[in-house]
């Protein structure tokens, strides 16, 4: 093979590449990596001290390994599954918090929150959310760069029936 048809094929392999990670990394496309599951999502509350401390109150959790130990399942509740930032600025950080109960019999235990793309941080207890109590995952999303309608989500894997479920939020980032 000459080195011309070599370097042909290396550059469309390398284009390829890049156009898929843009867009898995945009959420452009509803059938991206992270956007194949339902969700449910949660209040209004200010999650600034909170991410900025790497902690939350009682009942979030944070980022972890997959599960090595089978849990019992339990089931868990979402005051929503959507959050509508509403319109904010480009290069504004806004944050959420969505609160949960565990409406099982059994401890939840989050393994982790997955962010879709890199410009939104999530932030959870790393205890177990013992049953009937509630919990909060947090999240601070990064609007910079990311002008006009924005839809993402996060995904919480956990030992909930549903064992991925993902939260959704949206925005209108102006320029």
Known sequence: MN????????TLLTLSALTIAIIELSGVSQN??????KAVAAPNHSAANHIE????????AASGEANAVKH????IKF???TYDFGTIKDGDVVEHVYT??????????????V????CT????????????????????????GRTGNVDKNIILKSNAQEESIPLYFKAVVKP
Do not use: R
């Open 100 to 113: 949960f109960k565990n409406t099982g019999s059994h401890p939840l235990i989050i393994d982790e929150v």
């Open 79 to 81: 005051d929503k599954d």
């Open 32 to 37: 991206a990596l992270f956007n194949k599951n």
């Open 115 to 118: 962010a879709t793309c890199g």
């Open 72 to 75: 019992p399942k339990t089931s």
């Open 3 to 10: 080195g011309t048809l070599k370097t042909v094929l290396l």
């Open 121 to 144: 941080v999530p932030a959870y207890t790393k205890t177990p959310v013992a049953p009937g109590a509630k919990g909060e995952i947090a999240i601070s999303f990064n609007s910079k």
């Open 53 to 60: 401390a790497g902690t939350l109150p009682s009942g979030a």
